[in-house]
């Protein structure tokens, strides 16, 4: 069996342990106030005992709690070792080692998807998977007509237990507004919902992989695999073998790591332009070199649809947060509700927290390095009210594009790499390039 709680009683009683954790050291501060501990040193503890039990609580549980865990990851760096620690070896334990279904329940969600006779349709099934995840796995396969094929199986039971995450979190508002003052979580939560839901559709799945497939076929840097077939909780694919971006982090020369690093970025830069769709997993799992140099791209479960005059509302936001005066760029901010209205931001503290931020897109090439990631994760995690970033608010239409910068950031920091991102920017992100760049609505800049 999964080890995906499946008993809602379990998972809600998880689930509401947190508000009520958060009410007891809420009046715990108030005692501590009242003896003479100052306030701002109350208000810091909360928040880091907060956050230990909302990282404990969403750890242990697979689905949308898990998922949700793993967006809010980012403020761990701001955590004590001790807690931070623990927290990163859970989450690690989950994605990594996921027990796997046994061979009878693999073989009856096939039956139902396939049809009774669904060995019909291979030469050859391995009933031990080669990749777990939190809602399904993935065994090796060969199709009827020889072709080597990833078969992906959709956990039994996993998309009431995801629904019923989202639903019950929804409910803890009050919880992360300790964490981030300025961030409405309710709309968040209810984008990444939707994200979910359609990610436990394998029908979407599989029109996604499709059309990016369409896109970039006979690409000389990209190949994304064929959908062979798809049916109820089971979709079927074309198997790539090739160098995983995971080895290249670990043991890559410096040029593989500047040739893997700029074609990441390349495509994840391009895939809004091309396809109007932005991969939302930009995990180094779900990427492959081949042998011939190309990149290989794997998972379309998590897909954020991107209109170009949304792609090119943000290539302005970035444009005018890169070149502008600090007066031009909270305007921006304003517009595009990441400061809140009525919220006052100090626009030095501002300046400041974006002039790092923004360094690989004014320079021609730019170092990526864990050092510079380090620095960024303290800015963006720390916990103390005088914190800018506290003030400022993450607009639901952001949320799937904010966690794919950030995480393909960080998997640009593991390569230690140097590339021209600012070129990639140049190219791909509409609005981004002014009009001495020759940027148009049709065409990317040169």
């Known amino acids: 069996m999964s080890d995906l709680p499946r008993r809602a009683v379990t998972r809600s009683a998880k689930l509401a342990s947190l508000p009520l954790g958060f009410a007891g050291r809420a009046a715990l501060g108030v005692g501590k106030r009242t003896l003479g501990k100052p306030a701002e040193m109350v208000a810091l503890e909360i928040q880091q005992r907060t956050a230990e039990q909302l990282f404990k609580v969403l750890g242990e549980l697979k689905g949308g709690a898990m998922k949700l865990g793993q967006m809010l990851s980012i403020f761990e760096a701001a955590l004590p070792p001790e807690i931070a620690g623990p927290y990163r070896a859970t989450l690690t334990k989950l994605q990594e080692a996921a027990p796997p279904l046994p061979a009878s329940t693999v073989h009856k969600v096939l039956a139902e998807g396939l049809g009774e006779d669904w060995r019909d349709q291979f030469q050859s099934f391995d009933d031990t998977p080669a990749a777990a995840a939190s809602i399904g796995q993935v065994h ?11 078969v992906k199986i959709q956990y039994p039971g996993a998309g009431k237990a995801l629904i019923s995450d989202f639903n019950q979190l929804a409910r803890l508002g009050k919880l992360f507004a300790v964490l981030m003052p300025g961030l409405e979580i309710k709309p968040m ?35 994304i695999p064929e959908v062979v077939a798809q049916a109820g909780n089971v979709l079927v694919t074309e198997w790539i073998d090739g160098t995983p971006l995971s080895k290249i982090i670990s043991d890559g020369t410096q040029e593989e790591r500047n040739h893997a690093a700029l074609l990441y970025c390349r495509f994840l830069l391009s895939g809004p332009k091309r396809t109007d769709m932005l991969h939302g997993d930009p995990h180094p799992g779900n990427f492959r070199i081949l042998p011939d140099g190309r990149l290989g791209v794997l998972d379309f479960g998590a897909v954020d649809r991107i209109p170009g005059g ?11 947060g890169t070149m502008a005066e600090i007066d031009e760029i909270m305007q921006a901010l304003r517009e595009e509700d990441f400061i809140r209205e009525g919220v006052e931001v100090d626009p030095k503290a501002l300046e400041a927290f974006l002039a790092p931020i923004t360094e690989p897109f004014i320079n021609e090439t730019f170092r990526f390095n864990r050092e510079w990631l380090r620095m960024m994760a303290a800015k963006v995690t720390d916990l103390r009210p005088s914190n800018v970033v506290r003030q400022l ?13 950030s995480a393909g950031t960080g998997v640009l ?11 990639e920017c140049l190219k791909w992100v509409p609005g981004f390039a002014d009009e001495e760049d020759g940027d148009t609505d049709d065409e990317p800049a040169a």
């Open 393 to 405: 608010n993450l607009p639901p239409e952001y949320v799937i594009i904010h966690r794919v910068l």
């Open 413 to 423: 920091c593991q390569l230690e790499c140097e590339i021209p991102a600012r070129a």
């Open 140 to 150: 090796r396969a060969v199709w009827k007509d020889g072709r080597k094929v990833a």
């Open 310 to 320: 949304f792609q090119r509302r943000l290539g302005l936001l970035l444009r005018i």
């Open 189 to 223: 939560l209810a984008e990444l919902k939707e994200r979910v839901i359609e990610e436990l559709d394998y029908t979407i799945e599989a029109e996604s992989q499709n059309a990016f497939a369409k896109a970039y076929a006979d690409d000389p840097d990209f190949y």
